[in-house]
Every structure is written in structure tokens, then in C-alpha cells.
């Protein structure tokens, strides 16, 4: 059984910033990519950002040069740090992990969510 636990949204003003953590938890094998989707309302899921297990990173363009997202292997924990916050952040933000695990091999997992709210 595996689990992605994020923490770190709330509420913030426009140009603000949040740090999110999402940590995996489980009979892990080995993880190889890790990233953070968000959602907005009446929106579809979107890629933000993901980093591979070799640390290379991956940016949505709208958040290039804003977030930055890296990843302690050790600890199993993907990171977002979001600054210069904007009202159109405002999404449930979702990490996403291709995990290892044994018998069962490669397969996706997602969190729970977690609320980020940019108000101007």
C-alpha cells in the first residue's frame, strides 16, 4: 500500500508564497517521477511541474521562473516552492509519483489535494 500525503496550501495574497510537500509513504520500491498537478474550478488537471528521479525538472510555462520544484530522494518528498503568487494559481494542487513497488511493478499514484488560494 502506498500514500502521498501533501501539506503546505492555505491562503495567501497575490504575490505571496507557499511551499508544498508531498511525501510517499508505503511498501516503495523505487520512485521514479514525481510532480504536482493542479486543478482549478471548471478547469482541467494540468501539469505544473515534475522532476525524474535523476533531478531533471519539467516546468508549465505559466509557472517558469516562479516555482521550483525539487525533490529529497531520500525522504521519498517532492516540493513545490511557489512565489510570486497570482490569483489565477488558485487550484487544488494534486502530487502525482510512478512508484515501484513488489509484486505489483510501476504504477501511478495521487494525493489527496491540497487547497491553494491567491487572493488579490
Known amino acids: 500500500q502506498v500514500q502521498l500525503v501533501e501539506s503546505g496550501g492555505g491562503l495567501v495574497q497575490a504575490g505571496g508564497s507557499l511551499r508544498l510537500s508531498c511525501a510517499a509513504s508505503?511498501?516503495?520500491?523505487?520512485?521514479?517521477?514525481m510532480g504536482w498537478y493542479r486543478q482549478a474550478p471548471g478547469k482541467q488537471r494540468e501539469l505544473v511541474a515534475d522532476i525524474t528521479s535523476g533531478g531533471s525538472t519539467n516546468y508549465a510555462d505559466s509557472v517558469k521562473g516562479r516555482f521550483t520544484i525539487s525533490r529529497d530522494v531520500a525522504k521519498n518528498t517532492v516540493y513545490l516552492q511557489m512565489n510570486s503568487l497570482k490569483p489565477g494559481d488558485t487550484a487544488v494542487y494534486y502530487c502525482?509519483?510512478?512508484?515501484?513497488?513488489?509484486?505489483?511493478?510501476?504504477?501511478?499514484?495521487w494525493g489527496q489535494g491540497t487547497q491553494v488560494t491567491v487572493s488579490s
Open positions: 508505503g511498501s516503495i520500491f523505487s520512485i521514479r517521477t
Open positions: 502525482k509519483a510512478l512508484i515501484i513497488t513488489r509484486p505489483e511493478g510501476l504504477n501511478v499514484y
